[in-house]
């Protein structure tokens, strides 16, 4: 009997590790994106960016909107647009801003690689005037895309 316990647990263990990502919270899965745009962003002499809390809410709230209402854009739900959602979240008195949405990408490698090969992301991504950055991720069944991606930057 506990040979059988033992190997049960081992298996629930194992089959609960299998089901875990690298992406398993929203920390992680914004580190991994300001990394790879920082890797991106090194590449061509750029400062690294800055997380900032403020550009992550305005870029979590705007993922989730646009997962929660299925559809993909850089105009809210509400109207709203890149300037409202960041001041809203606290991130005033700047002097430059830009976004960055995708939807579909599974994973961080692939939003960043998309977002690279797309010239005005791309643009966004190695402006090396930006100096603060925030992620969003939010993954939603049943929608039209599943994974909804938003990247806020900023100067101030």
Known sequence: MFVLRTSLLAAATLALAATLTPHATAATVQEDVIARTNAE????????????????????????DMATHNFMSHTGSDGSNMVTRIERAGYTRW??????????????????????????????????????????????????????????????
């Open 95 to 156: 002097t430059r801003a830009a976004e960055n949405v995708a939807a579909g990408s599974q994973t961080a490698a692939d939003v960043v690689r998309g977002w690279m090969n797309s010239s005005g992301h791309r643009a966004n991504i190695l402006n090396c005037a930006l100096r603060d950055i925030g992620v969003g991720h939010q993954y939603r069944q049943n929608t039209k895309y599943g994974h909804y991606w938003t990247q806020n930057f900023g100067t101030r």
């Open 41 to 64: 962003r090194a590449k061509v002499g750029c400062p690294a960016l800055r997380s900032n809390a403020s550009l992550n809410t305005a870029a979590q709230r705007h993922s989730v």
